[in-house]
């Protein structure tokens, strides 16, 4: 081989491995506040960091816990709640080696409490029936909470139905099969605009609060810490770009939900970026945890008393990310 060939192979062989990505399979719910994870994938920060991430819809947290386990997926986005429940044995299911931890955050709450168009106020739900996940995890006990702060009781103002995530809840109350929900945006909107009615801003009623967190296996970290740390670099990359850039921000909205108005593009990032929004720096809301931890102590199966939060998170790739700030 000759000076030109080899020069030639070398070039090629760097640029290879330059270009060369660890393939990387996520799971999540709908909605906006997957806002982030879609600017990392299309501003190419998660190429940056040397991973090709794809990003899966997912019908229930039922569902998405048992694709995690089966190891279908290596990061998620979930609410801590659902953390917190599968490791007491309190979840839609239960794994002996049940493993998932949080590594950072995505939202502090950002939900709201949508009821039927028939349904104007919380009292006019009692008698009726709530849409929920999941009875014991996710965001069921947050609406728990707000009723009953409204005065109306779990086990006897209302029955469940278990219909699964965002899109299993607005199917419900499509069909008339449900009075109320906790619904993410843009779905909120939307029923509003159909005549639902948005009867509460779940992250005002409750207060601090961490709604979904990003999330991975203790038993995935173990083995790939590289890859761990590169997937959280480029989402603390991407939330400060949502923070930063509202045009880039609604631009990515606007690609990645059809049919959003510009109207509707700016009401959502106001509220991704407001309170009980998106965690800047995709830090975890502590306070918040601490909230979930007192919820489930409430509502919990087996109303357990609350644990050391640590036992569900792993927050040192998040710090290492942003130099401990």
Not at 187 to 209: H, P, S, T, W
Not at 224 to 231: G, I, P, T, W, Y
């Amino acid at each position: 081989m000759n000076k030109g060939m080899l020069t030639a192979a070398f070039i090629f062989a760097g640029m290879a491995g330059a270009q060369a990505q660890t393939a990387i399979n996520m799971i999540g719910f709908g909605g906006g506040t997957n806002l982030p994870v879609w600017a990392a994938i299309d501003r190419g920060m998660f190429e940056k960091e040397g991973l090709k991430v794809s990003l899966d819809r997912t019908p229930g947290s039922l569902e998405q816990i048992r694709d995690l386990m089966a190891d279908k997926y290596q990061f998620a986005t979930t609410a801590f709640d659902n953390i917190v429940a599968h490791t007491e044995g309190q979840g839609s299911a239960q794994y002996d080696n049940f493993d998932l931890v949080a590594i950072g955050g995505v939202h502090s709450g950002l939900n709201s409490v949508v009821s039927g168009p028939n349904i104007k106020t919380f009292a006019d739900i009692k008698g009726g029936v709530l849409a929920v996940d999941s009875p014991t995890s996710g965001y069921a006990t947050v609406l728990y909470q707000i009723l009953k702060n409204k005065g109306i009781m779990k086990d006897k103002d209302y029955t469940l139905i278990s219909v699964g995530g965002t899109g299993g809840r607005v199917t419900a109350l499509k069909e008339g099969k449900a009075g109320m929900a906790i619904i993410s945006s843009p779905e909120d909107m939307q029923l509003k605009r159909e005549g639902f009615n948005i009867l509460a801003d779940a992250a005002v009623e409750i207060g601090a609060y961490q709604g979904s967190v990003y999330a991975t296996r203790k038993s995935y970290m173990k083995t790939n810490d590289k890859e761990v740390r590169a997937f959280t670099r480029a989402m603390v990359a991407a939330h400060e770009f949502v923070f930063s850039d509202k045009a880039g921000s609604i631009d990515v909205l606007q690609k990645r939900i059809k049919g959003l108005s510009n109207e509707a593009a700016d009401d959502m990032y106001t509220r991704l970026v407001g309170p009980g929004g998106l965690n800047p720096k995709a830090a975890v809301n502590e306070k918040g945890v601490d909230v979930v931890l007192e919820l489930r102590s409430v509502y919990g199966e087996g109303k357990s008393p609350k644990t050391p939060a640590a036992k569900y998170m792993d927050l040192s790739f998040q710090k290492a990310a942003t130099g401990g700030k």
